[in-house]
């Protein structure tokens, strides 16, 4: 320590947060506040930004303990959507455990899972319309599974086979689908909020109908792609949904890393003059009910919205990582947001259009699909066997016409 | 034939364009209203309205990544950087999205978008307004990279930039705006009014991407330059009365090797001029691929006269500036290798 000091205040010292517990450690939620299902307002769409301030410190939700469906943000969807839902987050989560195990069986070479925030993409999803673009993270296949994109060509493309619709060139599950309203997952975090943002402007710019939705974790809010996002989207008043994915880890780094000395992470829109909600992410019912909100809001052309999605990463972060190594093994267990999936169950159980045995058989039924769609997506082979895109695929595609220099050294490769 | 400054040019070739096809938008910092920094889109904003040409906030990464969705979306964004000092900011933006979007995607996503800087010194910028960072633009798969000489071909570049379906990085040499500027900083500038080259034809037109073009016709040595130092090149082949061939690139990226090799067969000597640093730059590469293609011919090393590896001066501009003295010296070394 420097001992010329001045000061009257004694030495500074930095500042490094720390989650509340670490491996060994009893889980500890009792920062995270949850207000009563039903209790938070609900505003009208053209809301003053400035008069829902506290919308972005709450958590919007739906389902009560009993898992009943209350207060101001219920009643949006019908028993038949709401079964559909549930069906779209089962597929979901039998497809990424279907594709874990592939992983595990040397069948392709990464896998991330969507284990406890099914309903974020899930729900989202069933608020869009046709046309509109998602810009998501590498999170969000329930977009996909929901949109009714085939499973088989998911597969394909986690296989890395002869009909992986990217020919190879990808990371598995880093789907890109224009028909399906999912651009090219880039892996490189928090490029797409920024480009959703634009994609919006030029919806606006053609005098066009269709909303884009930014998908971004916790921890990449900390990038500046970010902030330009919300710059860009709050000078221009986008058409744009920004959605914040908060379940709390970025691989090892627990949320506050990223968040600092801010609230919420809702709360960055408030700077922009956003309104900015925070909703259960794994209460299915609520997740609609505010996407909804915020798309219709874009819709009118009112703006951009921020809604930061409370949910937890309840598996790993991908197959390599083993979170028992940063966080206590039973904090998902703790997690008081509960599991999305018996969450909606229950509520149709207690509807009386759902039951245990209806749930055991569509389980069947989707494993079963799921298992068909893989025998399918594996006669084209996987990573390491059976059928896969060519080496001369290598050299296609980097422009649209293939300059001089690529074909000197695709002859070179003799492909 | 109209004569016009290389500013002229450049906002002529995106007034065609924004004329000719609805989906070519422009912005960036300050070209809205007031029209730039360099004038290059005055009056653009006046003509096609707020939504086709407007400010963007302080934010290169913000301008390029907007650029790339509205791309993907179905524009034709034709964005400035106000500095190409400036771009580093969207670098990442650059490298790993708009370069790569349609390889990832497998065409289903593409980013034909053009991304204008001025670059280069000799206006006392200092570090931060005097950079040549093609290399870093170069290396990267996916991307087209531009540097026009003048004000005929920035035009037409430019509005092969803005057609072509991929991203066009274009590099404005910021000295030769105004004329063509030769290294001699101490005697007046030629204005474009009275040089050949500032003759500019209305309407549309192309020169092509990926092809160079022989400014001099020469049998000593061959000059490989772009930009402000073709300029150069000519007033040290003048004065050291060197009969040499010069070639000026126009687009680095796809590169014109056939015109390259052709000459430096003929010639056997080969003399790489840019303004850019020398460590890895993009000299590097063309005297790798003139050793490789010409080796059988070649009478003397290929020589490189460059900026320093230094950053970008202020008061020691003249230094750095690789200018005809230096690029002399360099003549009559290879020519005596």
């Known amino acids: 320590m420097p001992d010329d000091s001045t000061s009257e205040f004694g030495p500074l010292s930095l500042h490094v947060p720390e989650p509340a517990v670490r491996p060994g450690g009893e889980p500890d939620f009792s920062n995270v506040n949850i207000p009563e299902a039903g209790s938070v307002r609900r505003p009208p769409v053209d809301a003053n930004p400035e008069e829902i301030r506290d919308l972005a410190f709450s958590i919007i939700r739906v389902l009560n303990r009993d898992g009943e469906a209350v207060g101001p943000w219920a009643g949006e969807l019908t028993d038949d959507q709401l079964v559909e839902g549930l069906r779209h987050m089962m597929t979901l989560r039998t497809f990424d455990a279907r594709m874990q195990i592939a992983q595990r069986q040397g069948k392709t070479s990464f896998y991330m899972q969507h284990l406890g925030e099914e309903a974020v993409s899930c729900a989202f999803r069933m608020a869009l319309s046709p046309g509109d673009m998602n810009f998501p993270t590498y999170r969000q296949a329930g977009l996909l599974i929901a949109g009714g994109y085939p499973m088989v060509e998911m597969m394909c493309q986690i296989y890395s086979n002869e009909r992986d619709p990217l020919k190879g060139r990808q990371l598995p599950i880093m789907y890109s689908s224009k028909e399906h309203g999912f651009f090219s997952i880039s892996g490189n975090l928090a490029t797409q909020y920024i480009q959703a943002v634009g994609w919006a402007m030029a919806s606006a710019i053609k005098k066009d109908t269709k909303i884009a939705a930014g998908w971004i974790g916790d921890g990449s809010t900390a990038e500046s792609d970010f902030h330009a996002a919300l710059v860009f989207a709050s000078t221009y008043k986008a058409p744009v949904v920004l959605n914040i994915v908060n379940n709390q880890w970025a691989i090892s780094t627990f949320q506050g890393i990223a968040r600092g000395g801010a609230g919420t992470f809702a709360a960055r829109g408030l700077g922009f003059g956003m309104p900015a909600l925070r909703v259960d992410g794994n209460d299915y019912l609520a997740v609609f009910a505010v996407a909804k909100w915020a798309i219709e809001r874009a819709r009118r052309n009112l703006g951009p919205t921020v809604v930061e999605y409370v949910t937890y990463r309840a598996g790993a972060h991908s197959t390599s990582d083993d979170p028992s190594a940063y966080r206590p093994k039973t904090e998902s267990d703790a997690w008081p947001l509960g599991d999305p999936v018996m969450r909606l169950k229950n509520h149709l159980i207690g509807r009386g259009v759902w039951s245990e045995e209806r749930h055991t058989q569509a389980e069947a039924e989707i494993l079963d699909s799921v298992i068909t769609a893989q025998k399918e997506a594996e006669s084209f082979g996987t990573l390491h066997a059976g059928g896969k895109p060519s080496a001369r695929d290598m050299f296609e595609g980097v422009y649209e016409e293939m300059p001089p220099h690529l074909r000197r050294q695709r002859q070179q490769a003799g492909v | 034939m109209p004569r016009k400054t290389m500013i002229e040019a450049i906002r002529d070739a995106m007034d065609v364009m924004m004329e000719r096809d609805d989906n070519v938008v422009v912005f960036g910092e300050d070209v809205g209203f007031f029209g730039g920094v360099f004038r290059c889109t005055h009056g653009l904003q006046a003509k096609y309205g707020k939504t086709r040409c407007f400010d963007a906030p302080i934010s290169e990464g913000g301008i390029v990544g907007a650029a790339i ?234 020589a490189r006269v460059t900026g320093w590896d230094t950053p970008y001066p202020h008061a020691q501009e003249w230094d750095y500036f690789p200018g005809p003295a230096r690029v002399g010296r360099a003549f009559l070394e290879t020519l005596e290798g």
């Open chain 2, 69 to 302: 969705g509205m791309a993907a979306y179905g524009l034709k964004p034709c964005v400035e950087i106000q500095f190409a000092d400036y771009v580093y900011p969207a670098y990442d933006q650059i490298v790993s999205e708009a370069a790569r979007l349609r390889y990832r995607s497998n065409g289903g996503f593409t980013a034909p978008i053009v991304i204008r800087m001025p670059a280069g010194g000799g206006i006392f910028g200092g570090q931060t307004h005097s950079q040549s960072p093609e290399a870093l633009f170069t290396h990267v798969s996916g991307l087209k990279v531009v540097v026009p000489s003048n004000p005929h071909d920035a035009k037409g570049l430019l509005i092969s930039s803005i057609e072509d379906p991929d991203p066009v990085i274009f590099l404005e040499p910021k000295r030769l705006y105004n004329g063509p500027f030769d290294g001699h900083h101490d005697r007046p500038v030629t204005p474009w009014s009275k040089h050949e080259l500032g003759e500019v034809p209305d309407g549309h037109y192309t020169v092509p991407l990926g092809k160079a073009i022989k400014r001099r016709e020469g049998k000593q040595l061959t000059v490989l330059a772009y930009g402000t130092m073709v300029y150069v090149a000519e007033a040290a082949a003048e004065e050291t009365g060197i009969d040499a061939e010069i070639i000026d690139l126009r687009t680095l990226l796809p590169l014109d090797l056939e015109t390259i090799v052709e000459s430096v067969t003929k010639t056997g000597r080969c003399v790489i001029v840019h303004e850019a640093t020398l460590t890895s730059g993009f000299g590097a590469e063309l005297a790798a691929l003139v050793q490789q293609h010409c080796f059988y011919n070649l009478e003397a090393p290929v």
